[in-house]
């Protein structure tokens, strides 16, 4: 009997662990190109070297996906987070890095693009923490309790180039963006410190 309980309880425990850890977000890798994302301005999916798929968004462009969520998800915790990354060639233009790529989101009290009113920003914390060096990845993220109101969370990966000169080229590139949801803000914030 010991040896069909422990088995169960092992598939239970982790059935429960990912439950917690599902990705809201369609198409989050990007494997079906931008479906899913409503793009304003120049952006594709690349191959980036060494991490698979990712967004990559030119000058000041963004792409943002909206997800439905449900009266029994006020109160708890989201986690919007992705990777980010920049390219970017000055233009004779001396500083170091031209762009700040970064995550951003709302609550919405509606899925519904065309009857949605704004909530809350999501913004602050790491979601614009930025790479010191073109090639860079560093990790973005935000945890935000989720008003009773709330019917959607959108999120945007945005480039954060300015609009500048032909001669100057800058490229955003995000990977592994999310949408995660916590019953608690501890467990919330340690998903977000060990995201890979």
Same mark, same amino acid.
């Given at each position: 009997?010991?040896?069909?309980?422990?088995?169960?309880?092992?598939?239970?425990?982790?059935?429960? /662990?990912?439950?917690?850890?599902?990705?809201?977000?369609?198409?989050?890798?990007?494997?079906?190109?931008?479906?899913?994302?409503?793009?304003?301005?120049? /952006?594709?999916?690349?191959?980036?070297?060494?991490?698979?798929?990712?967004?990559?968004?030119?000058?000041?462009?963004?792409?943002?996906?909206?997800?439905?969520?449900?009266?029994?998800?006020?109160?708890? @915790?989201?986690?919007?987070?992705?990777?980010?990354?920049?390219?970017?060639? %000055?233009?004779?233009?001396?500083?170091?890095?031209?762009?700040?790529?970064?995550?951003?989101?709302? @609550?919405?009290? %509606?899925?519904?693009?065309?009857?949605?009113?704004?909530?809350?920003?999501?913004?602050?914390?790491?979601?614009?923490?930025?790479?010191?060096?073109? $090639?860079?990845?560093?990790?973005?993220?935000?945890?935000?309790?989720?008003?009773?109101?709330?019917?959607?969370?959108?999120? @945007?990966?945005?480039?954060?180039?300015?609009?500048?000169?032909?001669?100057?080229?800058?490229?955003?590139?995000?990977?592994?963006? $999310?949408?995660?949801?916590?019953?608690?803000?501890?467990?919330?914030?340690? @998903?977000?410190?060990?995201?890979?």
């Amino acid at each position: 009997m010991l040896r069909i309980a422990l088995p169960l309880c092992v598939l239970l425990l982790v059935g429960s /662990a990912s439950g917690q850890t599902n990705n809201l977000l369609k198409n989050a890798n990007g494997d079906e190109g931008l479906q899913s994302w409503r793009v304003f301005g120049n /952006a594709t999916v690349s191959d980036c070297p060494g991490s698979g798929k990712c967004f990559s968004i030119n000058q000041d462009a963004f792409i943002f996906q909206d997800i439905t969520v449900s009266e029994s998800a006020a109160g708890m @915790f989201a986690v919007l987070i992705s990777f980010a990354s920049i390219e970017t060639n %000055s233009g004779g233009v001396s500083g170091g890095v031209l762009g700040h790529p970064y995550l951003h989101g709302y @609550f919405m009290n %509606s899925g519904d693009p065309k009857k949605a009113a704004i909530l809350a920003n999501l913004s602050g914390q790491e979601m614009s923490s930025p790479p010191t060096a073109n $090639g860079e990845w560093v990790r973005q993220h935000g945890v935000f309790k989720v008003p009773g109101q709330a019917g959607a969370i959108r999120i @945007f990966l945005r480039s954060g180039c300015p609009k500048t000169a032909s001669s100057a080229t800058c490229i955003s590139h995000f990977r592994a963006p $999310g949408i995660f949801l916590f019953s608690t803000e501890d467990e919330a914030k340690a @998903f977000a410190n060990a995201y890979q």
